[in-house]
């Protein structure tokens, strides 16, 4: 299995409502990444996770929380999400952190 | 600061033809230059990985240089098709020890391939 999969692909969520997002990879990566995507941007980082433990925050807002359960899975859950976080979410692993990342299809998401 | 900007933002060709995009940087230490390929509403897609030593790195019709020196790189694709429409965007990783850094993106050319 060489691939990063991400589920859903599509969401719609309330700000009210809580949703998780979900990325698998059965490579053997070490390191697994969220990125936020708008549209004609380039990804921006997220979270970074290295050996299961979360090793890069960047200054995320509390209502994305993420959570790596096991070396393959990794979960951002919302909550109380804005529209302006409406955008593409990516996924991303590498073998460890700075190696080539291989990404997701993304998850796009849209708050009303 | 650790900057990538890339030229240009966006190109329109026609099928069957030539185009070489371009990638500047000035991150600093350096450890890799990588371009990826992404459609619209994808994730990006792995397309060349080259370290300082590189100069060139070929994967099909896409030919990636390094010019570590004067810190630029180019991506050269040939015989343009259709489905070669997509976002390309350059990606430097600064050296493997220096982990308070990740990847530096720039901010892509779209390409558009016409008929």
């Known amino acids: 299995d060489t691939e990063v999969t991400q589920t859903p692909k599509h969401l719609v969520m309330g700000m009210t409502n809580k949703k998780s997002l979900k990325c698998e990879q059965h490579?053997?990566?070490?390191?697994m990444y969220w990125y936020k995507q708008k549209a004609k941007k380039p990804p921006e980082l997220m979270f970074v996770?290295?050996?299961?433990?979360?090793?890069i925050n960047e200054s995320v807002p509390s209502r994305f929380s993420p959570e790596c359960p096991n070396s393959s899975l990794l979960n951002l859950h919302l909550h109380a999400l804005q529209p302006e976080d409406s955008a593409l979410y990516l996924c991303?692993?590498?073998?460890?952190?700075?190696?080539?990342?291989?990404f997701g299809p993304g998850t796009r998401l849209l708050v009303l | 600061k650790n900057q990538v900007e890339q030229s240009p933002q966006s190109l329109i060709i026609l099928e069957g033809k030539n185009c070489t995009l371009q990638?500047?940087?000035?991150?600093?230490?350096?450890?890799?230059l990588r371009w990826y390929k992404q459609d619209t509403g994808r994730g990006p897609v792995s397309l060349t990985i080259m370290t300082f030593s590189e100069n060139t790195k070929s994967n099909g019709r896409y030919t990636a240089t390094l010019d570590a020196d004067t810190k630029q790189s180019s991506l050269h694709i040939t015989a343009s098709q259709l489905s070669d429409s997509a976002s390309y965007i350059c990606v430097v990783s600064p050296t493997l020890n220096n982990a308070g850094n990740m990847l530096t993106f720039g901010g892509g050319t779209r390409l558009m391939v016409k008929p």
């Open positions: 996770y290295s050996y299961e433990k979360l090793s």
């Open positions: 990638c500047n940087y000035t991150v600093s230490p350096f450890s890799n």
């Open positions: 490579m053997g990566h070490r390191a």
């Open positions: 991303a692993s590498s073998p460890r952190v700075t190696e080539t990342q291989y």
